[in-house]
C-alpha cells in the first residue's frame, strides 16, 4: 500500500499547489482591480481611515483632515468653504470627490507612482505611507479680491502668473460648502448633494474651467487679430472697413457694432483702433479676409480644441469646422459656435505678455511631506509659441490703448499699465450678455493676467458691457497680485 | 551473514517541545499584537487566556511523552500553531464587532476540552489496531451522526443547513465526528477485502471490476451517507467523504481503476446534483459568474466570496498586520472565512505559511502511514491525513474561488468547536499510530536481561541483508 501512499502524497503536494496558486492569483495579480472595485468598502475605509494631506494656500491650509470619533477616524474640513470650493473641491464619503480632491487624491492620500522613490524610502524607514501636503500655486489675496469683486453675480474669474503659467485665482459662482459633502452621515449628504444637484446655477460646477462654456464674444478679438498680424498682410495700421454694417456673405443679416454707428466717420479703421473700440463690422471682414483656416489654426496654436489638465480637467475650447463666410464671420468676433473658458481666455492674454510664448497653467506649487521638506515642485512647461515675439508686442501695445482709451477704461490703475480687452458676448435672444473682460499688468513687464465672465451682466443686467462690469473685477484681481 | 548496528531510534520529544515553544510563541504573540493594534495594549485576558493555553498544550505534551514517547514530534506543534493563529484571528474578529470574547472564550473552551480529549485517546487507546474491531460498529456510528440532525427535536437547520444537533447549551456538527467514524470503518472494511475487491470480478475494458456483494457495503455506506447529506444541503461534507472514500479505496486496492470509477461517479453526481438541485446550481452560477452585480447581491450569492476576496486583495503580499484590516466585513470571516481573513492580515507570506503547515502536517501524516506496518495503521493513517489535506483543499479552495464554496471548516483554525474535537482526535490518532510505527520492538537480547548487556552485544544477527526498515529488523531478529 506504500506506492499509493507516495503517489496520494504527490496528489496532496498538487492540491496545495494548486492553492498557493489561487491565493497568489487573488492576492498579486487580481488585487489591484479587487481593491479598485466600487463594492469593495475596505478602499474606502482604507481612505478615509487614513490620514490625508492639506490643500495649502500661502501658507494656509484651505482643506485639512481632522481627527474624527466616528469610525471613519478622520474627518475632511474646508475653513474658508465657498471661496475656495472650485479648486479644492468636496472629498465625500458618500458622493466621492471633485476638484484637486479629485485630481490630486494620489497625492494627498499618498499612494502617487510619480513619488515612488520617497515612498521606497518610508517604507525601508518601517514608516506607514503618509499623506502629502499639497502647496497650491493660488495667492489669497488675488483670490480674495476676485472673490469679493465678482460680489453675488454669477460668473467666473482666473488669473495666473505670466511668467510660469502658475494660477493665481480660481473662483467660480455660485459656489458651495464642500463641508456639507465632506460630513459622513450618508443621509444627510445625499440630501444635501441632490438640492446641489438640483440647484438654480449649478453651483457644483467649475465655470473657470469647465461646465457649459462661454460664448466669448469680443475677447475672441484677440485672436483674430493674432491670426491677421500673424499672417503678415496685416499690421496695426491696417485700414479695415469700419462701416455702420456689414451684411453677412450669403445672407441679408447685417451685422451691427455695439450701439450702432460706424466705428469711424470715413468708414476706414486701423486694426488697433478697430481693437480700442471693439469694432463689429471691422472685425467681421477681417475674419473673411484672413480666412476660417486661419482663425482655427490660430485659436488652435493658443489651446483651442486641445484637453489640458491642471491638473483639474479643463474643457477644451472650441472653435467649430465646416464654416461658411457668415459663420467666419461671426466666428471672428466671437460669437457663432466659439465656445471658451475662462482659463483660455487668460491663458491667450498671458501668451500676449510672454511675448508669444504659451506656458502651462498649473496649480501645484510643491508636494511635501508631512515634515514639510519638499518631495516634488512644478518647474514652468512651455506649451508653444502661437504668436510670434513681434505679434506679442504690437498687440501689447494695442491692448494698453484698449485701457487707456478705449472700452477698458474701466481697468486703469493708478501706476500701472494695465493691458485689456473687453467682451460682450450676445447669448440666447432676450437674455442679457454675458460681460467679459480680460487683461495683463504691468504692460512694460507683466506678471499678471486676468479673465472675467459675468454671466448674462450680472447685476447690470441687459446694460451691461465688458468693459463696466467685467473690467473692475479684472482691476481688483491685477491691482491685489501687484500690490503683493 | 551481514551485521547491522541498529541506530537507536531517537524518541524526537525535545524536538516536539522545541517546536512547541514556537508555535506556542506564535500564537501569543499574534494574541498580544491583536490587543496592542486594537486597544494599544495587551488583551487584558492574556496572562490568563494565554497561560491556560500553554498549560493544557504542555500538558498534552507531556502526555505524549508518557504514552506515546515514540509519536511524531511535528504533528502536535503543527496543530498547536494552527489552533493558536486561529484564536489570535476569532479574538481580533470579535473585538472589531465590538463583542470581546464572544466566540473567542468558546473556542479556548473547545480547545481545551479538545485537548483533554486528545488526551484521553492517547491514554485509553494503547494500540490503534483496537479500532478495527469496532468496524462496523463504526459504520453504524458514522450514517447514525449523519442521521442524527434531521431526528425532530435533536437535529436543528442553521444557515438553511441541518446538520446541527442541539446538546444542552451546545450545537454540534455531528458530520465532524462521521469523518472519523467513517475513516475507522472504511480502514477496517477495506483491510479485510481489499483483495477480493481487487482481484475477484469481472474485467471491462482494461478496467479491473469489483464483484458486487463486495463492492456493496462500501457503496451502500457512501450511498447513504452521501444521499443524507444531500437532504442536509451540506455540499461540503459529501465532497470531503467522498474524498474520503476514493482515497482509502485507492490505498487499499492500489489500482487506478477505482480513481477512475471515484472521478466518474463524481462527474455524475455533480451532474445530477446541479440540474437537479437549486441551491446547488445556485452555489455554481454563483462561483462562475461572481463579480456579477445580481450574484452578488443575491441572497446566498457571490457576495460572501467576493467580499472574502477583497479581503485578501487588500492584504496583499504581506497583509496589513493584526488588527490593521477589515476581515469583519466578510459574513463568517471567524469561521468558515477565516482564510480569508488571515490573508487580509498576514498577506500572501502568512496565507503561505498556513498553508505550508498543513502540507507539513499532512506529508507527516502520509509518512506515518507509510511507515506503520499493519494495513488498517496505514489505511487509517493516510485516510486521516489525507481527509485534512483534502478538507483544507475544498475550504481554502472555495475562499480564492479555485472551486465553488462548500460550507467546511479550516481544520484547526475556524471557529467551531465539534471541527475543533473532532480535528484534535485525528491528531491524537496519527500520533497513536506513528508511536506504534516508530516504537522499537523489544529486542531480543532483552530476554537476557537489559542491564547485563555489554554495548558491543547489541549487534543483531539478521538470517539476511536486505534494506529493512530498522522496526522490521528488529522484528526479523525476534522471529
Known amino acids: 500500500m506504500n506506492t499509493p501512499l507516495r503517489r496520494l502524497s504527490s496528489v496532496v503536494l498538487l492540491l496545495f499547489v494548486a492553492l498557493l496558486a489561487a491565493a497568489s492569483y487573488v492576492q498579486f495579480v487580481q488585487a489591484p482591480s479587487l481593491n479598485a472595485d466600487p463594492r469593495n468598502v475596505r478602499t474606502l475605509y482604507r481612505e478615509y481611515g487614513s490620514f490625508r494631506g492639506p490643500l495649502i494656500v500661502d501658507g494656509t491650509e484651505v482643506a485639512l483632515s481632522k481627527p474624527s470619533d466616528d469610525a471613519f477616524g478622520y474627518q475632511r474640513s474646508y475653513p474658508d468653504p465657498e471661496m475656495y470650493a472650485a479648486v479644492t473641491g468636496y472629498y465625500s464619503v458618500v458622493v466621492g470627490r471633485s476638484g484637486m480632491e479629485r485630481y490630486a487624491n494620489d497625492l494627498l492620500n499618498g499612494t502617487s507612482d510619480s513619488l515612488w522613490w520617497d515612498r521606497f524610502q518610508q517604507l525601508v524607514a518601517g514608516k506607514d505611507p503618509q499623506g502629502y501636503s499639497v502647496e497650491l500655486t493660488i495667492d489669497a489675496a488675488a483670490q480674495q479680491a476676485a472673490w469679493d469683486a465678482l460680489g453675488d453675480q454669477r460668473g467666473a474669474v482666473v488669473a495666473v502668473d505670466t511668467r510660469s503659467g502658475a494660477i493665481l485665482a480660481m473662483v467660480s459662482k455660485p459656489s458651495y460648502d464642500p463641508n456639507d459633502l465632506a460630513a459622513h452621515k450618508t443621509s444627510t449628504v445625499n440630501e444635501r448633494y441632490q438640492a446641489l444637484l438640483a440647484a438654480d446655477g449649478d453651483p457644483l460646477v467649475n465655470r473657470a474651467i469647465g461646465g457649459d462654456t462661454y460664448p466669448p464674444g469680443s475677447v475672441f478679438k484677440l485672436v483674430t487679430a493674432s491670426a491677421a498680424l500673424q499672417s503678415g498682410t496685416f499690421t496695426a495700421d491696417s485700414a479695415l472697413d469700419g462701416t455702420d454694417g456689414y451684411t453677412l456673405p450669403g445672407t441679408r443679416t447685417v451685422l451691427h457694432n455695439f450701439g450702432g454707428g460706424a466705428c469711424a466717420s470715413s468708414g476706414k479703421i486701423s486694426l488697433a483702433d478697430a481693437l480700442r473700440i471693439s469694432c463689429n463690422t471691422a472685425f467681421a471682414s477681417l475674419g473673411n479676409a484672413v480666412g476660417q483656416d486661419a482663425l482655427r489654426a490660430q485659436a488652435r496654436a493658443y489651446g483651442f480644441d486641445t484637453s489640458l489638465s491642471v491638473p483639474l480637467p479643463v474643457t477644451p475650447s472650441r472653435f467649430p469646422e465646416g464654416l461658411d463666410d457668415a459663420q467666419t464671420a461671426l466666428s471672428a468676433i466671437g460669437q457663432g459656435s466659439v465656445r471658451v473658458t475662462p482659463l483660455q481666455v487668460a491663458m491667450v492674454s498671458a501668451t500676449i505678455a510672454n511675448g508669444g510664448t504659451e506656458l502651462e497653467p498649473y496649480l501645484v506649487k510643491t508636494v511635501r511631506t508631512p515634515d514639510l521638506s519638499v518631495v516634488s515642485r512644478t518647474s514652468p512647461t512651455t506649451l508653444g509659441t502661437p504668436i510670434s515675439p513681434a505679434t506679442a508686442s504690437t498687440l501689447t501695445a494695442m491692448m494698453e490703448q484698449v485701457v487707456t482709451d478705449g472700452t477698458g477704461t474701466a481697468a486703469r490703475i493708478p501706476g500701472v499699465t494695465v493691458a485689456g480687452k473687453s467682451g460682450t458676448a450676445e447669448t440666447t435672444k432676450g437674455a442679457a450678455p454675458h460681460a467679459w473682460f480680460t487683461a495683463f499688468a504691468p504692460a512694460d513687464d507683466p506678471q499678471v493676467a486676468v479673465a472675467v465672465v459675468v454671466e448674462h451682466g450680472g447685476d447690470a443686467g441687459s446694460e451691461a458691457t465688458g468693459g463696466a462690469v467685467a473690467a473692475p473685477i479684472a482691476r481688483a484681481v491685477l491691482k491685489a497680485v501687484l500690490d503683493r | ?479
Open chain 2, 1 to 479: 551473514m551481514a551485521t547491522v548496528e541498529p541506530t537507536p531510534v531517537r524518541s524526537g520529544r525535545s524536538g516536539e517541545l522545541g517546536l512547541l515553544i514556537l508555535a506556542l510563541a506564535l500564537g501569543l504573540s499574534a494574541y498580544a499584537l491583536v490587543g496592542s493594534t486594537l486597544d494599544g495594549r495587551i488583551p487584558g485576558n492574556f496572562y490568563r487566556d494565554g497561560g491556560i493555553f500553554v498549560v493544557v498544550t504542555l500538558l498534552t505534551h507531556a502526555v505524549v511523552r508518557w504514552r506515546a514517547p515514540f509519536a511524531d514530534p511535528v504533528l502536535l506543534p503543527i496543530a498547536a500553531a494552527l489552533n493558536g493563529v486561529g484564536m489570535a484571528m476569532i479574538y481580533r474578529i470579535d473585538h472589531a464587532h465590538a463583542d470581546a470574547d464572544a466566540l473567542a472564550g468558546k473556542q479556548l473552551i473547545w480547545t481545551l476540552v479538545s485537548l483533554a480529549a486528545a488526551c484521553a485517546v492517547l491514554v485509553l487507546l494503547r494500540d490503534h489496531r483496537t479500532l478495527r474491531r469496532f468496524t462496523y460498529i463504526a459504520l453504524l456510528v458514522g450514517v447514525g451522526l449523519l442521521v442524527l440532525p434531521l431526528v425532530p427535536g435533536v437535529g436543528a437547520q442553521i444557515y438553511g443547513a441541518r446538520i446541527w444537533i442541539h446538546v444542552g447549551p451546545m450545537s454540534l456538527q455531528p458530520a465532524e465526528f462521521a469523518k472519523i467514524a467513517f475513516a475507522v470503518f472504511f480502514a477496517g472494511y477495506l483491510v479485510t477485502n481489499r483483495d477480493t475487491l481487487t482481484l475477484a470480478g469481472p474485467k471491462v475494458l482494461g478496467l479491473q471490476l469489483p464483484r458486487l456483494r463486495d463492492f456493496g457495503p462500501l457503496l451502500l455506506a457512501l450511498g447513504a451517507s452521501l444521499a443524507v447529506l444531500v437532504a442536509q444541503r451540506d455540499l461540503g461534507t459529501s465532497l470531503l467523504f467522498f474524498g474520503l472514500f476514493v482515497a482509502m479505496l485507492y490505498i487499499a486496492t492500489e489500482r487506478s481503476s477505482w480513481v477512475l470509477i471515484g472521478l466518474g461517479l463524481f462527474a455524475a453526481g455533480a451532474f445530477v446534483a446541479v440540474r437537479a438541485f437549486p441551491h446547488v446550481q445556485a452555489r455554481f452560477s454563483s462561483w462562475l459568474h461572481a463579480f456579477d452585480t445580481d450574484t452578488f447581491n443575491a441572497v446566498g450569492g457571490s457576495g460572501q466570496v467576493v467580499r472574502g476576496l477583497f479581503g485578501m486583495a487588500n492584504g496583499g503580499l504581506l497583509g496589513t498586520g493584526w488588527g490593521e484590516g477589515y476581515p469583519q466585513l466578510v459574513p463568517f470571516a471567524s469561521s468558515d472565512f477565516i482564510i480569508a481573513s488571515l490573508g487580509e492580515e498576514l498577506g500572501l507570506t502568512g496565507l503561505f505559511a498556513i498553508l505550508v503547515l498543513y502540507v507539513l502536517f499532512v506529508q507527516r501524516g502520509l509518512r506515518i502511514a507509510i511507515g506503520t506496518r499493519d494495513g488498517f495503521g496505514k489505511l487509517l493513517a493516510g485516510g486521516l491525513a489525507f481527509a485534512i489535506a483534502w478538507q483544507c483543499f475544498v475550504v481554502v479552495g472555495g475562499v480564492t474561488r479555485l472551486i465553488p464554496v462548500t460550507g467546511l471548516t479550516t481544520p484547526f483554525l475556524a471557529y467551531g468547536g465539534s471541527s475543533l474535537l473532532a480535528n484534535w482526535i485525528i491528531v491524537a490518532l496519527l500520533l497513536r499510530i506513528s508511536d506504534n510505527a516508530r516504537r522499537p520492538a523489544p529486542l531480543p537480547l532483552r530476554a537476557h536481561g537489559p542491564a547485563a548487556e555489554p554495548a558491543s552485544a547489541r549487534t543483531i544477527e539478521l538470517p539476511r541483508p536486505d534494506r529493512a526498515e530498522p522496526a522490521r529488523q528488529a522484528r526479523g531478529g525476534a522471529s
